[in-house]
T-cell receptor, first 116, second 113 residues
Framework: GAVVSQHPSWVICKSGTSVKIECRSL??????MFWYRQFPKQSLMLMAT?????????EQGVEKDKFLINHASLTLSTLTVTSAHPEDSSFYIC????????????FGPGTRLTVL | QKEVEQNSGPLSVPEGAIASLNCTYS??????FFWYRQYSGKSPELIMS????GDKEDGRFTAQLNKASQYVSLLIRDSQPSDSATYLC?????????????FGAGTRLAVHP
């Protein structure tokens, strides 16, 4: 149990384009999902908390108009990087909580974004 | 001051030895503590969770928590080369919001044959 998938696993795009990353909980319903970003040799930085049916909560310094998060169902959250630039190139990882009240987060395999 | 601090390493241990990884945190009201393992280029994998003071053992792994000292550690017994990875300490802060985790920068462990 507690399997989280992400798609795509990697993506290369041109500067100025938008990229959508999907995060799915495969064998459970996730009312809360998280989006992280990790630059090389650095730790995970939480970008936002995604709650099903409501607006995402963004961490300080994260532009909500640039990183659009939608959690339209109990098994799917999407992150759209709008007007991507080379500095947005990073490893984007989502996670989900198995059940409410338990803080253990299970991570998807990540999406490596390269913006040319 | 960083919220969760770890020694970046690398921590080098011989195969079969005990690896000791340490983590300190700043939010005294934190309630939940986790250790994740991350291989290069991969996403984190949950190894252990601990919620109360003392030791918690799971196979070759033992997590230790001391809330008074704001300290959590991970011991890996009989270390294997396959344990070579970056180990991330994560803490759920008291005031951080529901289920939020704060990660340390990670300690890189190298187990040599």
């Amino acid at each position: 149990g507690a399997v989280v998938s992400q798609h795509p696993s990697w993506v290369i795009c041109k500067s100025g384009t938008s990229v959508k990353i999907e995060c799915r909980s495969l064998d459970f319903q996730a009312t809360t999902m998280f989006w992280y970003r990790q630059f090389p040799k650095q730790s995970l930085m939480l970008m936002a908390t995604s709650n099903e049916g409501s607006k995402a909560t963004y961490e300080q310094g994260v532009e909500k108009d640039k990183f659009l998060i939608n959690h339209a169902s109990l098994t799917l959250s999407t992150l759209t990087v709008t007007s991507a630039h080379p500095e947005d190139s990073s490893f984007y990882i989502c996670s989900a909580i198995l059940q409410r009240g338990v803080n253990e987060q299970f991570f998807g395999p990540g999406t490596r974004l390269t913006v040319l | 001051q960083k919220e969760v601090e770890q020694n970046s390493g690398p921590l080098s241990v011989p195969e079969g030895a005990i690896a000791s990884l340490n983590c300190t945190y700043s939010d005294r009201g934190s309630q939940s503590f986790f250790w994740y393992r991350q291989y290069s280029g991969k996403s984190p994998e949950l190894i252990m969770s601990i919620y109360s003071n003392g030791d918690k053992e799971d196979g070759r792994f033992t997590a230790q928590l001391n809330k008074a000292s704001q300290y959590v550690s991970l011991l890996i017994r009989d270390s294997q080369p396959s344990d070579s990875a970056t180990y991330l300490c994560a803490v759920s802060p008291f005031s951080g919001g529901y289920n939020k985790l704060i990660f340390g920068a990670g300690t890189r462990l190298a187990v040599h044959p």
